[in-house]
């Protein structure tokens, strides 16, 4: 039998080239080698000449075969599940056409149904075929299947996540490594088989740290302005350095600017009525936010057309509300007198972060003097760190070396936390965007660093600030928060700029004593993040990964371990700060049958939780009913919500302690399956580290009656 080429190269995008030559009569031959989608590709062609004159076109690519199968496959599975893969037969010839479906098998999964299944279709017909799995290995899998026809054939094979049955955890270890350095990742016993993985990242130099936290911060949630804002900021960062440095190219600017592209799109729709901005749109607009954008859009007009009336407008709304007396007011006026004390510092803060952006901004107006003018006649009212850190980069931003700025510089080393290599300051209270617990302190720490560097200080102490925020980098390549991941890349590049780079080091990486990698690092890849995974010479129990380098480089690294416990080892906390529970009307049904959905979010803390996600697992083989969501939208329960693959994600603007949220929706179960639910969470955006799970559910759905 005549084997049958599989299709298995399913890109998004098909093609890219960012500067493509014609010739003198404007013509470019193009060899594009097609992927398999069965599809209608859209091109896309903008063109300038020499003389600057502009064109552009777009155009169809139709891609077909008179017969062809395709894999609907869910996101992810999770390990054991068992699921009915449907099969879409596609038959486009003039005739019938008898055909024979078989699966690949493979050890990952166990196939149900050993025979391959016979269909007969007429012209034009399309039907669905199901084979039965057992999702029995984690990984990335490829499941592949070939249909024999009378007249024609096809083979399709289609990718699928089959994730642990169990909770994540996450050990990271990281630092500057400067010589050799040895840390132990303890993987539990009781783990789940086949799911630990422990892998080692060295970054040579600053744009090996911006670059590998980029995919995380484009795949977070981005309901709100802050979140889009910051979502967007890191890439404005990047093609700024890059352009500064002479070290770009025309991919990774087309690349960026998309992205800068969509997000300034995103932003502009968060502008509150009357100006300013607000996280959800809508009015009153709030001061330290519309701030934020200010600078945010300041920075991209460098990298990226903006409106100038957008930063024109925003920068005139901020101003007509400084006072007399040169302060910026809090929105809401605290009225008690034990409350004093705490508004005297809010407006203190407003203000500095105030004259801070418009100083940052290009903005030179009498007000940013009224402003600086109020903050030297009070800073007896700085009783909170944040304001103090802000208080001194903004008159740094203004005068340096003016010798009450020097002064609160000093203060604010003063109450500095040092512990061996490492210096950072500790929030004691929320920060403007609620921001609290480790994200406050990377937050602060970061613009403490700026704050240094702008008044050319304790650069001894910068490097130990420095160490402390590449210390904090979590697992997926940022700090926690989007506010502490933005202003800790704002501190690197600073630091960048007033120290020497380090390119060339010959680093080992060594596992339970046996030597897994020997890099170099010189002039070549100095700007790479370089990852070595250990997952084949990871076991369980105690594992020690020890890094030298021969060279004396000041190179960052981080060391990651991840494992999975079974749901049933998990011991849940007696009380946690928030908590949330999935409630199923059943968990048996048929195809095409209508699941309700309750999740319960409780806020179990006295002071209110702000900004909270609800992160819900959307199970395989079900689509979501939007309709109750819809309504919970329009009456004002939840901001906001956006389906994302396998998940819902919720916003809420606030939960109190007195008001638990109930979240109801529905699904449509689309095909057979036994499967376990992913794991739901609600968490505070601001401070990850206040976070709750609730565990997976098994549901069952039968064959149509």
């Not at 096809?154 to 699928?160: C, G, H, K, M, S």
């Not at 605290?334 to 203190?348: C, R, S, T, V, Y």
């Not at 030298?548 to 690294?557: D, H, K, M, N």
């Amino acid at each position: 039998v005549e084997p049958v080429r599989i299709r298995a190269y399913f890109p998004e995008t098909l093609y890219f080239n960012p500067a493509l030559i014609t010739d003198g009569r404007g013509k470019a031959l193009l060899n594009v080698p097609l992927a398999d989608s069965v599809t209608s590709w859209r091109l896309t062609c903008m063109g300038s000449s020499l003389n600057g004159q502009l064109g552009s076109t777009t155009a169809d690519i139709r891609v077909f075969q008179d017969f062809f199968i395709d894999i609907d496959f869910p996101v992810s599975l999770t390990q054991n599940d068992q699921v009915h893969v449907p099969v879409a037969v596609y038959n486009y010839l003039q005739t019938d056409q008898t055909i024979q479906l078989q699966v690949e098998e493979d050890d990952w999964f166990e196939l149900i149904d050993l025979p391959p299944k016979t269909v007969t279709l007429a012209p034009s017909e399309v039907r669905a075929v199901y084979f039965p799995i057992i999702a029995q290995k984690v990984g990335f899998r490829k499941f592949t299947v070939t249909a024999r026809g009378s007249e024609m054939s096809d083979a399709v094979a289609r990718t699928v996540e089959i994730v642990p049955d169990g909770r994540e955890y996450l050990i990271t270890e990281s630092g500057r490594l400067d010589g050799s350095v040895t840390h132990t990742l303890n993987i539990p016993h009781d783990a789940i088989d086949n799911a630990g993985r422990i892998f080692v990242k060295v970054y040579p130099g600053l744009l090996s740290q911006l670059v590998e936290g980029l995919d995380r911060m484009l795949r977070m949630p981005y309901g709100c302005f802050e979140q889009t804002s910051s979502a967007t900021y890191p890439n404005i960062l990047i093609l700024d350095y890059l352009q500064t440095t002479g070290k770009i190219t025309p991919e990774i600017e087309m690349k960026a600017k998309g992205f800068i592209n969509t997000g300034y799109q995103r932003l502009l729709s968060f502008e509150a009525p009357g100006g300013g901005f607000e996280w959800f749109g809508k009015k009153p607009a709030q001061l330290i936010l519309s701030a934020y954008a200010l600078m945010e859009f300041y920075d991209m007009s460098k990298v990226h057309q903006v409106d100038p009336d957008i930063i024109a407008r925003t920068c005139q709304w901020l101003l007509k509300h400084q006072q007399n007396d040169g302060s910026f007011q809090p929105a809401v006026r605290i009225l008690h007198d034990e409350m004093k004390e705490k508004l005297n510092d809010n407006i203190l803060r407003n203000t500095a972060y105030i004259v801070w952006t418009l100083a940052n901004t290009g903005y030179d107006g009498p007000e940013i003097k009224k402003g600086v003018d109020y903050l030297r006649g009070h800073l007896d009212d700085m009783k909170n760190v944040y304001t103090r850190i802000m208080v001194v980069n903004a008159m740094a931003s203004v005068d340096p070396k003016n010798e009450t700025t020097l002064d609160t510089l000093r203060t604010l080393y003063d109450i500095r936390i040092e512990k061996d290599d490492i210096v950072f300051w500790q929030a004691k209270s929320e920060t403007p965007t609620y921001g609290s617990g480790t994200a406050a302190n990377i937050e602060l720490t970061a613009l403490a660093v700026q704050a240094f560097i702008r008044c050319n200080r304790k650069y001894a102490d910068v490097s130990k600030a420095i160490n402390y925020l590449v210390r904090q980098k979590d697992a997926h390549g940022t700090w926690q928060s989007t506010q502490a991941t933005v202003q800790a890349l704002r501190a690197l590049l600073l630091a960048e700029k007033t120290g020497a780079a380090q390119n060339h080091a010959a680093l080992t990486v060594s596992i339970n004593g046996r030597e897994i990698k020997n890099l170099t690092i010189d002039h070549t890849n100095c700007d790479l993040l370089q990852l070595i995974d250990l997952k084949d010479h990871t076991r369980k129990g105690k594992n020690t990964v020890t890094l030298i380098s021969e060279q004396r480089a000041a190179l960052s690294y981080q060391i990651v371990g991840r494992y999975y416990l079974p749901y049933s080892h998990v011991t849940p906390p007696r009380q946690e700060p928030m908590s949330i529970s999935v409630d199923y009307d059943r968990i048996r049904l048929a195809v095409e049958d209508i699941l309700n959905v309750t999740a319960s979010v409780a806020n179990n803390r006295p002071q209110p939780a702000h900004m909270v996600i609800v992160d819900l697992g959307l199970p395989p083989g079900f689509t979501l009913i939007p309709d109750k969501l819809n309504q919970l939208v329009d009456n004002g329960t939840i901001e906001k919500y956006s389906p994302a693959n396998h998940r819902i994600i919720v916003y809420l603007r606030e939960i109190t302690r007195e008001k638990p949220l109930e979240i109801s929706y529905q699904l449509l179960a689309k095909f057979p399956l036994r499967a376990r639910t992913p794991v739901s969470v609600a968490y505070e955006y601001y401070n990850p580290e206040i976070t709750t799970v609730a565990p997976p559910v098994s549901l069952f759905v039968a064959p149509k009656k």
